[in-house]
């Protein structure tokens, strides 16, 4: 850039690019010239995908797991723009935008965090796109809801669900739908791993099993689907094939990155992530940060930082501590990742937590999920306003449910 003010542009809103932004508006830039930051992303909203689930069964409201980016941002000093990445050209530090209101522009900068995010793979299985639904936005959440409220005022018996993955989107989502539906459901995971939760820790997938199973959820392990219609799923277990009356097929497998990382002129492993180094920089490009499910992140003991919120929480911090290094002449610090543990929602009133010695379950599991992941939400004012509503919430249910 020209300009004296140098500009440092974050592509993508969720934790890793938002929690960078927000920690950049915190530093002090005493005796330099305090930079521009722009946040982008493709959508108006911020979302707290650890409370997806709870849209489902009602237990949180859109604007407490969704709040607007310029709500967020509004005492930060940061600049949001809503508008789809289309390209960045590194030899002229711009980049491409198709804004919501300004059409196609360039954006130039001298600092930039492609932090772009994943997305669910679709592969090219018969019928999947035509019937199959994800579970990664909130406009996933949306249909879900739709979905479910229309086959619920079905005049069926039956409410037929069946879930592709048995990782902890799968499970999560599964428990939650299993409160919903109650006796009505009739949910079942579909697994081609020999067991559900491979990588979660065994009292974790203990209890998760336990959980499902009391609420009458199927597991399907070493099975695959071949096949979806509008009515049924055709599921491969070793030799044999079988055809399964279904409602509706969620598909929750996998993470993959953007065609637009994928194709990007920088360095990639084989799954299309950006080769960055400990300080999260991509591979021979100094002013230019990935991080969360777009980079392949290792850290100063040559850890694999994990594709997860926790990883991207940790990173955001040490991505804005190097930028801030880069711009104020500072030496920069190596990403220390340290694995704080794992927590699953199994239901409305069930959880598990593992991690740092602790090992939780039941309401006191959901408990100590629900003020985590409060202390973890983007700004204080946020985790104000969404702590007196749960505080205040059972009184007013109370009161409406109360006899005149």
Request: hydrophobic share 40%; proline share 5%; with cysteine.
């Amino acid at each position: 850039m020209t300009d004296a003010r140098p500009r440092i542009c974050i592509l993508g809103g969720g934790f890793g690019g938002l929690y960078t932004a927000l920690r950049l508006g915190q530093l002090s830039w005493e005796g330099h010239t305090p930079p521009e930051i722009v946040l982008v992303d493709q959508r108006d909203r911020f979302l707290f995908a650890p409370f997806l689930y709870e849209l489902i069964t009602e237990e949180m409201q859109t604007w407490e797991i969704a709040p607007p980016f310029v709500e967020l941002l509004a005492e930060s000093g940061v600049i949001f723009r809503q508008a789809e990445v289309t390209a960045i050209d590194f030899d002229r530090q711009k980049v491409l935008l198709n804004g919501q209101d300004k059409g196609t522009e360039s954006l130039a900068f001298d600092q930039l965090v492609i932090a772009l995010g994943g997305q669910t793979p679709l592969p090219n299985l018969p019928g999947l796109k035509e019937h199959g639904l994800g579970f990664r936005t909130l406009e996933d959440a949306y249909k879900l809801k739709q979905k479910l409220k229309s086959l619920e005022q079905a005049d069926t018996e039956k409410v037929r669900v069946a879930i592709v993955g048995g990782g902890y989107s799968g499970v999560e989502l599964a428990a939650k739908l299993g409160d919903r539906l109650g006796e009505r459901g009739r949910i079942r995971i579909i697994e081609r791993g020999k067991e559900i939760l491979a990588m979660s820790p065994e009292f974790n997938r203990q209890q998760a099993q336990a959980s499902l199973s009391a609420k009458g959820i199927w597991v399907d392990t070493e099975t695959t689907v071949t096949a979806i219609t509008a009515h049924d799923v055709t599921l491969q277990f070793r030799e044999q094939e079988d055809v399964i009356p279904v409602d509706l097929v969620l598909w929750t497998v996998g993470t993959t990155v953007s065609p637009l990382i994928r194709n990007l002129a920088l360095p990639h492993n084989n799954q299309g992530q950006l080769k960055t180094n400990a300080q999260l920089q991509v591979e021979g490009k100094t002013n230019i940060f990935a991080l969360g499910d777009g980079a392949q992140g290792r850290d100063a003991s040559g850890q694999l930082i994990p594709t997860t919120a926790q990883g991207a929480f940790q990173q955001a911090n040490y991505c804005a501590w190097n930028i801030w290094a880069n711009l104020t002449d500072r030496p920069l610090l190596p990403c220390r990742y340290q694995p704080l543990g794992e927590m699953l929602a199994l239901g409305t009133d069930g959880a598990v937590l593992s991690g740092l010695g602790i090992k939780l379950s039941g309401p006191a599991a959901v408990l100590a999920r629900r003020l985590v992941y409060l202390y973890r939400f983007p700004t204080w004012q946020h985790q104000l306003t969404v702590g007196l509503n749960w505080l205040t919430r059972p009184l007013g249910d109370w009161l409406k449910n109360e006899p005149s």
